[in-house]
Structures are given as C-alpha cells and as structure tokens.
C-alpha cells in the first residue's frame, strides 16, 4: 500500500494529485494522510487528517508546537499499519522526517519516497542559525533514509548540501497530468471591453511574487488582470474592494477552474523574489501549464525559469521592481504573444505531454516496487 503524506489539505495541492490520479487509474492500494489547517472537515475517501488549526508559511514558536504535533500524528498513523507491506511518500520535509523517525525506530521495511517539493532550508534565509540548523538536519536525516528521492529539476540537484547516490535520485517537473484539454473553454465573461495586454496568475499569494505590482499596473489601465487564488489578507482585502474595471478576482478556485481562466488571459505571470533563495530555483507549474496552454510566460530575471524561457523563446523576463516590469511590458507586441504562444504549444505536444504519464508508469511504478536498501 502506498501512503502519501502533504502538510496540507492535498485535495487543492497539484503535484500530489497528479500521484493519487495515477495511483487510482491503476487500482493500486493507497492512503492519503494530509493537515486540515483550515478546520473545513475534510474526509477523504483513501485517508485521515490531522486537524490543528494553523496557518500556511508561518513561523514562531506556535509553528513549531503545530509542527511537532503534526510530526507525531504522522507517526501514530503510521504505526497503526505496521502489519502492511507499505510504501510512504513523503511530500514535503514535515512529512519526510516523521516517515524517517518511525523507519528508523519502528518499521525498517518501511520504504519512503521523500518528494522534495520545496528544498525546506533553502527558504529560512530570514531565521537565526540554530532553526536553520535544525532544518538542514532534518532534510539530511530524511533524505539518508530514504529510498528514493525526487526533486522538481535537475537545477535543483545544486541545493542539496551532502550527497545522494545517483541511483536513488529522480527528476519530476511540475508538468500537468491530463488526459486531454476538452475542458477548457473560451468565455465572453473573461473578456475585457479594450484592446490591452490580459495577464493572469492564478495561485497562492504572497509577498514574494510581485503581486502588488502586477495589481498596480492592472488599476492604472496598463494591463488588463485575471486572477484568482489566496494566501495572503493584505491581498485579497486590495481585490475584494476594487473596483478597476480591469481587474477580475475570483478568490480560490478549483485546478481545472483556474487552468480555464488562465486559457482566457494573453500572458502567464509567474514573477519571484530573488531574495528567497529557493525562488532562483524554482520549479513553478505555471511555466509548464503555460505550455499545456499555448501561452507564453512573463518571469523573474536570474532564475532557472528566466534561462528556460529566453532558451525556448516562449516568454518575456523582468527584473522585480514596478517600474521594470512596466517598461517590459509596454514594450510586448501582440505578434510577439502569439509567436511564443505558438511556440509553446509546440513544445507541449512534442515533449510534454505524455512526460508525467511516462514517469507515473515507469520511474515511479518501479520505486513503488522495489526497494534500495
């Protein structure tokens, strides 16, 4: 059986859906174990939560008590199936290093597929040495006892501080898992009444996408936005009261939902801080839904993505401040959107688009049926 394990509520989290998708299609045997950080009562039909009320990028000493907690439900959860051969996939370090403990101490059977979905210290760069250092030992401690491990990109390879054999290394891109594309559909009700740029982002807000940039230039008329998602109060309070008439907010949104809305914009958004250090590696859906979608990526300059998109001439780069961003912008010519679009498109069908089915059946298929040590 395999357990797959998110520090969230999995059922909105893209990349390990794509693995219970998989796991469903071939009638394999799983059990999902994920945090309700909402209290919304999640019950999923293959899984338990945890239900602590907590928030989401958060730190503090509450964040680590919730941590903790979160760590030892994991582990109690575990032990109740300690009679099943079972296969644990981790996707996240807060799932990986409680699935390591309980190896450790409780089932050395146990496998684990530790799914680094974020490279955890990568992103403390604003916490004092000792909570780094604890976070570096974890990553390292769930990374040495596991049995596979699969990171975002290859780039990423970079971020990892200590060795890991090359035979228990996999590489997953954040690349959308569909069957087909009939569900997207052109709507007169994501259109806007002039002749401007329409850009769309469409996920988590924070402080350290050039959020308030993009909103900024939509209220001045530069650019027309679509956006939907959550994550951050100061945000969605800016677009719950405004009333631009080239902006549409439609909060958080099914994947499908959002991947629909993204079809009726000109330009994917998808801009980092650079001051994070995991964002200069960052391995983000949206530059592969853009493909999925034929649409052409705006982004960070000194990232991986930036030196993805200038390589494959799907896209446009920045640097992060307003002014930057605008003179970018200002200077897009619709032929411009349509060449990279096109170009994008390209490349989804002749390399993407069977790539995440073809790891499913193959990479993965094999970690779910063998073990490394």
């Not at 998110?6 to 174990?33: G, M, W």
């Not at 582990?75 to 300690?82: D, G, V, Y």
């Not at 990423?156 to 594309?181: H, T, V």
């Amino acid at each position: 059986m395999v357990v797959l394990i998110r520090s969230n509520d999995i059922v909105s989290d893209t990349r390990a859906a794509k693995y219970i998708k998989y796991l469903k299609e071939t009638n394999q045997e799983y059990l999902v174990i994920g945090w309700d950080r909402d209290g919304k009562s999640l019950v999923p039909k293959n899984g338990m939560y945890f239900n602590r009320p907590a928030g989401v990028n958060v730190g503090g000493f509450k964040a680590a008590k919730n941590r903790v907690f979160w760590m030892s439900y994991v582990i109690n959860c575990l032990r109740k199936l300690n009679g099943k051969d079972i296969v644990i996939h981790a996707c996240d370090l807060d799932s990986a290093f409680p699935a390591a403990v309980y190896k450790s101490l409780f089932n050395k059977n146990a496998r684990i597929i530790f799914d680094v979905f974020d490279w955890f210290s990568a992103s403390m760069n604003d916490q004092g040495r000792i909570i780094l250092e604890a976070f570096k030992f974890m990553e390292k401690y769930a990374t040495k006892r596991s049995d596979y491990v699969i990171i975002c990109e290859k780039e990423r390879i970079d971020q990892i501080q200590f060795p890991i054999a090359s035979e228990k290394l996999y590489i997953l891109p954040n690349i959308p898992y569909f069957n087909d594309n009939a569900f997207l559909k052109k709507e007169r009700s994501f259109s806007f009444d002039n002749d401007k740029i329409t850009f769309t982002y469409v996920g988590g807000f924070t402080n350290t996408r050039c959020l308030d940039e993009i909103i900024s230039l939509a209220e001045r008329g530069v650019v027309n936005l679509l956006i939907a998602g959550y994550g951050n109060v100061d945000i969605e309070r800016r677009l719950n009261n405004n009333q631009s008439p080239n902006i549409r907010y439609y909060g958080p949104v099914k994947y499908s939902d959002g991947l629909n809305i993204m079809n009726n914009a000109d330009i994917v958004y998808a801009m980092y801080s650079k001051v994070i250090p995991n964002h200069i590696y960052a391995a983000p859906n949206k530059f592969y839904e853009a493909m999925f979608l034929g649409k052409p990526l705006f982004t960070t300059d000194g990232t991986i993505v930036e030196k993805k998109v200038k390589e494959l001439n799907t896209g446009f780069t920045s640097e992060e401040s307003l002014s930057e961003i605008e003179v970018v912008i200002r200077s897009i010519k619709r032929e411009e959107i349509l060449v990279k679009g096109h170009r994008a498109g390209i490349l989804w069908e002749k390399k993407y688009q069977t790539y995440t089915l073809n790891f499913m059946k193959n990479e993965y298929q094999t970690m779910l049926n063998t073990k490394t040590n």
